[in-house]
DNA sequence: GTAAAACCTCAACCAAAGTTGAGGTCAAGT
DNA sequence: ACTTGACCTCAACTTTGGTTGAGGTTTTAC
């Protein structure tokens, strides 16, 4: 068996082949396909075999994991990419687009705490109901699990 | 048998009032005790009494927390307290300072990789080897679990 | 034609940061 | 006295992003 050329498009990259050049550990690429991050084609022995795409997509997805956004997020900004094409610049672009304004929120987020732990140094107001730090609500959006409520008014 | 005076300092607090007051879960304040970031009296039942100090341990806690730093590393902070005596103001002030120190890393860091994500808007250079988001070393630290190796210069 | 390198699947395991539940005890109000 | 709510411990489970290993197959290279 064989005639590879005909089961599996020439130019197709073996799953090691993928992992040394994407720097991505071939369990995570097995990994990244069962969450539907990545698709291979098979070979008649059952080797996965990428398409030349798949090292743009894997770069992107490392791109966006580092931006802070967790994978679930990345495969549905991967599968609303267009069908049956291979994706264009600007179909990248798009992304970016989308992530860089995610990234400048958390940025926006980060450097507002800065400013109120500049603010809080040397006061010792975290202890102070009304200190903005303890008090997230008042000046944050919850970020991950904050704290679910505080006290109304006591102490 | 009685006398809490006795066996707990007056004026604690039990778990329940811990959690109403600084919103957080009972269970997670378990949680935190397992792992050293607060410490309780027991009364002679073998509830735990927590001294009005905890709060504003707590409070830090979720402040650090928002940073993005990791509990045990809040633990090791919290652990180089100064013993013996409660924490001053310049005491949490100094804590407050380190963490804003690597806040302002993160931020920084974020900023670069936002400025990269400008540059490549566009000109789909993702997929491009020159690409500084496609080679992380470059230009930044490895954050997270980054890739571990890229392909020295082949492709 | 055979041996080694690469690949396959599946299940188990890891860390972080908790949450949930079972089964039992303590404390407080009436 | 007794019921109810708060508390106790311990173990198991959750999610995210993977890694590790066992046991078996395929491909490649000599």
Same mark, same amino acid.
């Given at each position: 068996m064989s005639n590879p050329d005909f089961a599996v498009p020439s130019g197709t990259l073996s799953v090691g082949e993928v992992a040394r050049r994407s720097g991505v550990a071939v369990s995570t690429l097995h990994f990244y396909e069962t969450k539907g991050l990545i698709r291979s084609l098979r070979t008649e022995g059952n080797q996965r075999r990428y398409p030349r795409g798949v090292l743009r997509r894997v770069a992107v997805i490392k791109v966006a994991q580092r931006t802070g956004i967790p994978l679930a997020s990345i495969q549905a900004a991967l599968a609303a990419l267009p069908q049956g094409r291979a994706p264009t610049a600007e179909d990248w672009a798009a992304l970016s687009r989308a992530w860089q304004a995610e990234l400048d929120e958390r940025i926006r987020r980060l450097n507002q705490l800065r400013d109120q732990l500049d603010d809080c140094i040397g006061c010792? #107001?975290?202890?102070?109901?009304? #200190?903005p730090l303890r008090n997230p609500r008042d000046a944050l959006a919850a970020q991950g699990a904050g704290p679910r409520l505080l006290e109304p008014d006591a102490d």
């Open positions: 010792g #107001c975290l202890s102070l109901k009304t #200190c």
